[in-house]
Every structure is written in structure tokens, then in C-alpha cells.
């Protein structure tokens, strides 16, 4: 039930294309659903973030999709670039913990 | 730079030695974590702490791995006597505490790379 299940575990996308990556959880305890961007031998950096009293968020070029009935949330690209090209972690945490629980990573690569 | 800061990058040591690993959070983060990274692997979640206590650890933190925040300030990872398996990234993180100030929002820091040969 602590679980985040994350899908595709990689993805190749065009430039210009909307890489969309997927995330469910089973535990409705969750209220707080971040997204984390790696590149290889760097920490993992905060991209976005929701809770679940709404339905999507954007932040530039970053969205974050959210379906509370179904127990997911996704991430789209929009105009993706070569350097979009990372790994990217979706998480979710308790408000009374802030423990991360974390899905386990989607590749993506962002062909010119 | 004020990011989480983490000391030494990389170790590389041989097994059955002792490392410590060094964090220094956000100046005013009260809440610091470690985490462990092994290559294509998310992060798993060791410990975190409120200012100087301890307020959690994972039973991935055997008795082998100890942390402190005597002053709740930076922060040490000490892991004696290590083994292969202990060879991973150390990620250290911090974050603001309390509703309203963003209490969520968790910084990681470059990490500390260990090899144990």
C-alpha cells in the first residue's frame, strides 16, 4: 500500500514531442505528489508538485495531471527538448510524514 | 551557493572500513533527511530528523549506520565496518517545517557517492 507504481520505464520522444509519464498510488493518505528531475551523478531536483485538491498544474513547460478517483498522476513535457533528457522520479509523501515514497524512475531521452 | 551541501562527493574505501558522510542543509531547513541511491534505483528513505532529533529511521539503517544532528544543523552519516553492498549515492535533503511555509517541499543535495572495494 506504500507503493508508487511508475511507468514507462523509459521513453523516447521526438523534440517537440510530449513525453507522458505515469504514476499511481494505492495509499489515500498520500496528499502531496512531486515530481523530481535526475540527471546522471546529480541529486534528484524538485520540478513540480500537487496535491490532491486539484486536478493539474503547470509550471512552464511542466505539467502534472491528477485523477483522485483512480489514484494517479502523470507528467507531460510539453515542446520537449535534448535537454529534458534525464531521469524523472515521480513521489508522493503523508502530511503528517514527509517521508517520500518513490516510483522507480522513467529514462527519458529527447531525440533532436 | 545556498543549496544542501554534501561532503565528500566520492569515497571509495575499503571493505570493513568506517566513512562518514557530511551534510549541510539550507540555512533555517529544520528538517533534514538521508536517503540511498543505487544505480537505476529511486531513493530510499534511511533516516530524517527535526533540528537535532532523530525522529525516524528505516530498517534499511542497520546497526551498522548511525546519524546525528547534534546542533540541528549539518549533519553526519557514519556507516562502520562497510560492506560491497553498502556501495551507493548518499543524498542528503532538507526542508522547511510547518503549514504554510512549504513544509513539503524537500531540496536534495548533489550526493555522496560511495564505492566499497
Known amino acids: 500500500q506504500q507503493q508508487v507504481k511508475q511507468s514507462p520505464q523509459s521513453l523516447i520522444v521526438q523534440k517537440g514531442g510530449i513525453p507522458i509519464i505515469n504514476c499511481a498510488y494505492e495509499n489515500t493518505a498520500f496528499d502531496y505528489f512531486p515530481w523530481y528531475q535526475q540527471f546522471p551523478g546529480k541529486g534528484p531536483a524538485l520540478l513540480i508538485a500537487i496535491r490532491p485538491d486539484v486536478s493539474e498544474k503547470k509550471e512552464g513547460r511542466f505539467t502534472i495531471s491528477f485523477n483522485k478517483s483512480a489514484k494517479q498522476f502523470s507528467l507531460h513535457i510539453m515542446d520537449s527538448q535534448p535537454g529534458d533528457s534525464a531521469t524523472y522520479f515521480c513521489a508522493a509523501s503523508i502530511r503528517s510524514n514527509y517521508q517520500l515514497i518513490w516510483g522507480a524512475g522513467t529514462k527519458l531521452i529527447i531525440k533532436p | 551557493d545556498t543549496g544542501v551541501s554534501q561532503n565528500p562527493r566520492h569515497k571509495i574505501t575499503k571493505r570493513g572500513q568506517n566513512v562518514t558522510f557530511r551534510c549541510d542543509p539550507i540555512s533555517e531547513h529544520n528538517r533534514l533527511y538521508w536517503y540511498r541511491q543505487t544505480l537505476g534505483q529511486g531513493p530510499e528513505f534511511l533516516t530524517y530528523?527535526?533540528?537535532?532529533?532523530?525522529l525516524e529511521k528505516s530498517r534499511l539503517l542497520s546497526d551498522r549506520f548511525s546519524a546525528e544532528r547534534p546542533k540541528g544543523s549539518f549533519s553526519t552519516l557514519e556507516i562502520q565496518r562497510t560492506e560491497q553492498g553498502d556501495s551507493a549515492m548518499y543524498l542528503c535533503?532538507?526542508?522547511?517545517w510547518g503549514e504554510g511555509s512549504g513544509g513539503n517541499t524537500i531540496y536534495f543535495g548533489e550526493g555522496s557517492w560511495l564505492t566499497v572495494v
Open positions: 530528523f527535526q533540528n537535532e532529533a532523530q
Open positions: 535533503a532538507s526542508s522547511p
